[in-house]
């Protein structure tokens, strides 16, 4: 894709943003509120979402992907995150995955697990958090152990998205010495003898895909299937993240404007004092301030994506300010959003719990918004002890 220039978008990029803000409201938008009910993971709606190409959207075109940029992706995700962020947060998870083997992967391997990814016929997870290290990723425990051609998988990963409906495993084990370096990246399929999942976590929002653990008891993976060399699963797991935090900040700013657009519509509508609750100048204040905050997030979100896209050497600090800035943002207008409703803000059926419950789990995951203050930290005052 082109890039960006003077903070406009080009023609392809709009219409790349409109065929996802079509599909998102056709598709994902009328059913949302019953899929966070019913916790139903939709599948297939996530297929259809991958013939239009949203499911490799920046794996490389020989492999079925979509060729595109990680500004093009973060377009893509506010505006599936219009319709449903869980649904878009899985998507961009998903993405997230495959691009960590076709960025990682040798040929075959690309070959092998790519062109079913990039359709969704086969789903993908991302395997890093513990039970014990969540923050501290690199305090991992997950064993691989060689014996000859495999590897013998022992321990435990947390809070996995999609695990147990997943057909590909991206998982972060320990192949050698404590911290980062002694870390690789294994793809394991699902149906692997010694692989089993946990119960579906109960949980505030993100009902509409599972959340499980990922066990791995004697559970043997061939050597064919390590992404890269021993000891860079650290370095491919953190540049995963880079564009998953992109992703994540742009399903925030898509549920947030969703809750907005929700509010400016009750409040022309909604009368108290004998006149339209809009009318009051606290309010417009407010609505004010919100419609700012998000276009100063989505400004803020899309110059880090096109330092990523250019591989500028401070795109990871921006990609960590990004997140924060988005997460927190989308979280806060969506809050914001609730309060507008007044008491129908709270009921199920207007559709804005579900996105302020949805969005409070994006400043807790892929590294929590005090992770993204250590890493920008780092850059300005050097590693802490103990960080
Ligand atoms: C619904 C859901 C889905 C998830 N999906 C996935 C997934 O698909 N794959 C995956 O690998 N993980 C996933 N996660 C895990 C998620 O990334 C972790 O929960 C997150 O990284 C935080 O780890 P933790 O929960 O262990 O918290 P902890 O690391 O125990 O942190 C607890 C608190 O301490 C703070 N803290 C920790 N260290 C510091 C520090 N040095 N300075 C300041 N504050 C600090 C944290 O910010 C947090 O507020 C998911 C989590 C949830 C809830």
């Not at 709009?14 to 059913?31: C, K």
């Not at 490799?56 to 449903?84: H, K, N, P, Q, W």
């Not at 394991?188 to 993100?206: D, H, I, Q, Y």
């Amino acid at each position: 894709m082109a890039a960006m220039t003077a903070f406009s978008l080009s023609e392809d990029q709009i219409a790349i943003r409109d065929m996802a803000a079509s599909f998102s409201a056709e598709t994902l938008a009328p059913h949302a509120v019953r899929w966070d009910e019913e916790k139903h993971f939709p599948v297939e709606e996530m297929r259809q979402a991958a013939a239009l190409g949203m499911g490799g959207i920046y794996i490389t075109e020989d492999v079925g992907g979509s060729g595109l940029g990680r500004l093009d992706a973060a377009l893509i995700f506010e505006a599936l995150a219009m319709g449903c962020p869980t649904v878009a947060a899985y998507i961009s998870i998903h993405n997230m995955c495959a691009w960590m083997i076709d960025r990682y992967g040798a040929d075959e391997q690309r070959k092998a697990w790519l062109p079913k990814l990039c359709s969704m016929e086969h789903l993908a997870s991302y395997c890093l958090t513990e039970p014990g290290a969540g923050s501290d990723a690199a305090a991992l425990k997950t064993k691989a152990v060689r014996d000859g051609d495999h590897y013998v998988l022992d321990g435990q990963k947390q809070f996995i998205s999609g695990a147990g409906v997943s057909d590909i495993y991206v998982v972060m084990v320990r192949t050698g010495e404590a911290g980062p370096s002694g870390i690789s990246t294994l793809v394991v399929e699902n149906g692997t003898p010694g692989l089993s999942f946990g119960a579906n976590e109960k949980k505030m929002g993100w009902n509409a895909q599972p959340t499980r653990a990922v066990i791995f008891e004697n559970c043997r993976v061939p050597v064919a299937n390590r992404l890269g060399p021993e000891g860079i699963g650290f370095k491919i797991a953190m540049a995963g993240l880079d564009g998953g935090r992109l992703n994540i900040g742009a399903c925030s700013l898509g549920g947030a404007q969703a809750a907005f657009d929700k509010a400016l519509a009750y409040a022309q509508e909604r009368k108290a004092f004998g006149a339209r609750i809009a009318d009051f100048q606290a309010l417009q204040f407010k609505l004010a301030d919100m419609a700012t905050e998000l276009e100063m997030a989505r400004t803020f979100l899309w110059r880090a994506a096109s330092a990523l896209d250019e591989t500028a050497p401070d795109a990871t600090k921006l990609c960590a300010m990004a997140k924060r800035v988005a997460t927190d943002t989308g979280f806060e207008v969506a809050n914001q959003a609730l309060q507008i409703h007044g008491g129908y803000g709270y009921l199920a059926d207007y559709g804005i719990e579900k996105i302020v419950r949805d969005l409070r789990v994006h400043q807790i995951l892929e590294g929590t918004n005090e992770v993204m203050r250590m890493i920008v930290a780092r850059g300005l005052v050097g590693r802490a002890k103990g960080n």
